[in-house]
Structures are given as structure tokens and as C-alpha cells.
């Protein structure tokens, strides 16, 4: 297809060029044949004469015509046998029908000539035959055979190759699409390789993403499931046994009322856990900013302390807490403050007594992004872990035996993401540290109301 | 903890005869209601749909006006966010408790301004439920008035001093407003969550036992050792500050 246009659109511009070739050579032959007949024409008859002859004699390619005629018609000198029928005697090119005297078997040919009455009032006819645009045919039909045809079949050739290659990749990818479409998740689209991306590769390119995406959601939706059904499960199992030894009604009544509440606690836990996950999943979905105000997040922080201190102490951990002035934060308020008091309340829950916890408030250096940061020295998160912290449902193996939705960070990483900052765990030798940066910090939508909804 | 337990049955609502009309569809929901409610000794009537939920509501029974609707969020016919809007509309003052299943901030803000009082969130335990009805039923409790008494222990809101048998309590200023809170709802349980909401404005259930912490702080200076007790934990659900025994 390709190579098809291609070899029209160089047979069209030879044409073209042939075409003007051909345009420009006979106007310049036509300039050429007036300004001699003109010139010839002011001389006088014997220096004409003289002219012609050497005109004809020094013509060795047998394409010029000169002649002189009597007003009768009879032929006085020249290579011609008359004056040609239908030839104007106005001193113009015409093209009309002629044989040469000195060249009998060339016959009657098509030739350009002009005539013209001299003073004497003989007449002078001088012309070209076409041979010239012979010539130019075939220099131009020699251009074609040495260049055009080797590049149309060049261009024939890359183009078939090209449709076919394209056509084996489409085939690949149909192929790699109808594997993905039969389950195999793993599979992605072929990418051609080495060099420049083309569109074919970017397109895949951006399917394998969307793939990548899918099979990380579809993973971690497997997971969730997984670990849903076992953290539902140990509490349950755990109610399951104690109602049953309450049912068998061996027990004094202070024991059975114990054993009752305990129960309750572990259906309590079960609660949560669904509770948790629920929100999450409302936060997650939620594009709003109904909640959201201009606020300084410095009171956040100062609240949460107040909140989170006696505990602190009653545990005998140190809890600081350290303010650097920041510009004012969209956000909602009371989502802010989950979060950040998620990241104190697991930090104090798993730093051991006499650990330290720091929060701290302040501007990042370099770019200046707001950032809240909560640091412990308790055990820490292994470094294969610190992106796991954030999925739905990860504890670590260590924590495992501690009570917890085991949600917290989720639902952190979801609160975080909706006011645009980015959710980090790090190391902090030992133990861990939390950064929620307001990096990409989200304007408001719309116009602030004037009133603020809290 | 240091703190004296009981249980919550000893506890027998002081708002108990008090009317209450439920307006839920879920049957096993509304008889576990009913059930818990009719046991702390409320009269209680229930409506299974929205439309007769709210001609109930607003005639009463036997011309006895209702002193409390606990209204569900989704219901056939007419739903929670109407009947409310609709009774307000018509000036019934009656207070409102919203069940819902939706946990979205939107809704409970959405469900505060049509003119709810309280907002649960499904699922929820029944004391919890018992707790905040009690709550709403002895409201209001003279919003203006700028001392508060209870038994021995005193609170000057404006001076923000407070004082047992004359003995100056020192507390700090949220110290002040928990203290505040338990002696606005005396002799009353209190749930963590409410707490929480109402005095650190704070929804979030934490992992620790962070109100437990501050309720044994509070308790520490308003009962001195020697003092008889003034507050106490009630096993499960929350805690109550009334006068000494």
C-alpha cells in the first residue's frame, strides 16, 4: 500500500519534471529559431546566402532547417524543397510538415519552423526538428530506469516488509491479548526492543501498564480476601470456644460473666476490623473536599499531643513533640488528625518502655514540602517490608501476636492520599520512622466557603 | 486499672418510662433494639417504614408525644433524611438519633444538618446505643448556666476552677472540658467514642487505651485518696461520675 503511493508520487513528480522540461526546451528552441530568422532577415541577400549555407553545412546533427524561396515559391538556396503548405509567412514558430532535401529518407516529419518575407520580398524559412525532444525523452526515461525504478522497487520492498512486520507484531499482540484475556495476568503485550519507541510500542507500552496496575490491584484484592478471612477467624474461633464452654455451664457465675466479656471483646475486634475496612474503602472511593479548610496543621499536631502525652507517659516512653512554622494546609481536619494519630498510637503501641517517640512538624529542606513525620526506636519494619506496611491488612511477623485491625496504616495511606501527600516509612536506626509529605499539596477546588463547615 | 468497675446493668437509666419510637426495617435490627431498650425499662414502639414511622412520629400514641426517635438512614418509602427534614419543617422538636450503615463523614454531617442529634454508625453496640439515647433524653441540662454542681465536686465555667468540699482541683484546660463533660451527664455512662467525639472532637477509635489514661489522670485529682469515689468504669462500655455513696 505504502509502497504503492510511493512509486505513484515518484511517477507523477518525473512527469512533472519531464513535463516542464519539455515546456522550458521548446520555448528556448522557439526564442532561438525567431532571433535567427530575425537576424538573417536584416542582412542582405548574398550575406544570407552565405549564412544558410553554413547553417546547413555545419549542421552535422541533420536537425536544422534553412532555405530561401523566390515570392513564386521556387527554391533559391537551402535544405528545403518549398515552402512548407500552411506555413504563415509572419516571422512565428508554427509546427508543420516537412522533408529535408539533403536527407530524402528521413521523410516528411513534424518540424518547427518560421517564415518571413525579407526585403527583396523573397522568403526566408528557418527551423529545428523535434530530435531534441527525443533526446530530452530519453534522458529523462534514463533517470527513470536508473532512478526511479530502483527506488520504487526499493520502496515497494520496505514497504512490504514494513506491512509485514507491522502485521506479524499486531499478530503478536492479538496473540499476547487473547492470553491475557484467557487468565494469564502475568502475560504482557511484546515490545519491539532496541530503538526509538515507536507507536506501536507505546501503545503497549501503556496496555502493560494498565496490565501492571490490574494484576497489582487484582493481587492485592486476593490478599486482602486472604487476610480478611484469617483475621476474621481468629477472633471468631477464639468467641466460638468460649461461648461453647459458657453453654456447657460448668462454670460459677463471675466466670462465666469473664469468659462472656471476653467474647464480646473478641466480637468487638471483628467489628473493627469490618468497620475499618469499610472506611477505608469509603476513602478510597471519595474524590470529595466537602470537609476541607484552610488550616494551620500545627493545632492538629498540638491536639494530638495533648491527646496521646498521659499515655505516653503512663507507658514511660517520651513523647516529643517538635513544631517548625509551615504555610497554612488544605485539608480536612478531623481526617488529618486520624491520621496522624494512627502513626502515634501504633508508634506508642509498639515502642517498648523507656523507648522514645517523636512527632515533628515542619518544612522539608530542599524543597520546602510540609511534612509530619513520627519516629520511634521500637523494633522497627524490616526494609523488604516498608512497602507492604501500606497495604490493606500487613503486619509484620513480629506484631502478628498483638492485638490490632491491622488496618492503621491503611487507612492512613488513604486519608494521606486524599490530601495529596505521599505516605513513607523509613528506617531509624533503630527503629521506625513515618513521613506523610505534602509534596503534590492539593488547592482548593472550589472557592473556600466563607464560613467554615466544622 | 485503679478505677472502681461495675457492670452496666447496675445501672438502670435515670430517663427510664421515657417514650421512644424506632423507625427501622431491618426486623432482627429492631428486635434486638427493642429488646435492650425494654429491659432498661423505656417504652418503646416501633415502625417498620418510613411513611408510617412519620405520621407516628408526628401524632404520637394515644396522644402521648414521642421523647425520642431513633430513625434509620435508609428506609421503604420515605427515607431517614426526609422524616427528619419533614419534622423539622413542622417544628417537632423531638431529638433524633440516626442509625446508619454509611460511615461516609458526608452522610453524618448531611444527617446533623437536616436536623439529627446523634449519629451511630452500623454496626454498633448496644450500650453505646443505650449510652447516647440516655444522653439526648436528658438534654438539655440548662446550657447556660455557669456553675455546675455535683455532689461535693463543683465547676466554675467561667473562673475555670474547680473544687471538691472546697478543696481546689488543679487541672488543665482539657482536663477541664472532660471533667466538664462528665458533670454536664451525672450520674450517666459515657462511652470512649463519646468522649472522644465530644471532648477532643476526635472520631477515630484508637488501638490504645488512651481515654482510659486520661479518665485515671481526672480521677486522680478529683479523688483524692480517702475522698469516697466519684467515677467509675462500667465494664465494657464507658464510665460515670456521680455522686459519692
Known sequence: ??????????????????????????????????????????????????????????????VGYAALFAPNGNRIAGNLEGVPPGLPIDGKVHVVSAARTDLPAMGAIDVRLAALRIANGNILVIGRNGQYMVVLR????????????????????????????????????????ERIMGGEVHERLPIAGVGPRDELDRLSLLFNGILDETERLLGEIKATGD?????????????????????????GPEETRETVGKAIGGLDQALAIITALLRIRELENSKRQRGFTTLDPAEVILLIEELYQPIAETKDIAFTVDIAPVPPMFADRDLLMEAVGNLVDNALKFTPPGGRVTLALGPREGDGATVIRVADNGPGIAAHERDLVFSRFYRSDRTRHLEGTGLGLSLVAAIARLHGMAPRVGDNNPGCVVELAAEGAIAPRAPVPATPAV | MDIDTFDDQGWPPVTSKAHILLIEDDRETADEIIRDMADRGYMISHADNGRVGLERAREGKYDLKYDLLILDRMLPEVDGLSIISQLRAEDVPVPVLFLSALNDVDERVRGLKAGGDDYLTKPFVLSELSARVEALLRRPAEPRTTRLRVGPLELDLISREANRDGRPVELLPREFKLLEYLMRHPAQVITRAMLLEDV????????????DVHIGKLRRKVDAPGDFPMIYNIRNVGFVLREPQ
Open chain 2, 200 to 211: 477532643w472532637n476526635y472520631r477515630f477509635s484508637p488501638q490504645t487505651n488512651l481515654v
Open chain 1, 1 to 62: 500500500m505504502f509502497a504503492c503511493f510511493f512509486a505513484g508520487s515518484s511517477l507523477l513528480l518525473f512527469a512533472f519534471i519531464y513535463w516542464r522540461a519539455t515546456v522550458f526546451e521548446t520555448n528556448r528552441i522557439d526564442a532561438l529559431i525567431t532571433e535567427d530568422a530575425r537576424t538573417l532577415a536584416s542582412e542582405d541577400q548574398d550575406a544570407i546566402l552565405a549564412l544558410i549555407n553554413t547553417h546547413v553545412t555545419g549542421d552535422f546533427h541533420r
Open chain 1, 138 to 177: 530519453e534522458v529523462v526515461m534514463h533517470a527513470l530506469t536508473m532512478g526511479a525504478i530502483p527506488a520504487m522497487g526499493l520502496a515497494l520492498g520496505a514497504g512490504m516488509f514494513l506491512a509485514w512486520r507491522t502485521q506479524q507484531r499486531l499478530k503478536e499482540v492479538h496473540r499476547a491479548a
Open chain 1, 227 to 251: 487476610e480478611i478471612a484469617h483475621d476474621l477467624r481468629t477472633p471468631l474461633t477464639r468467641v466460638r470456644a468460649r461461648l461453647e464452654r459458657t453453654l456447657k455451664g460448668d462454670m
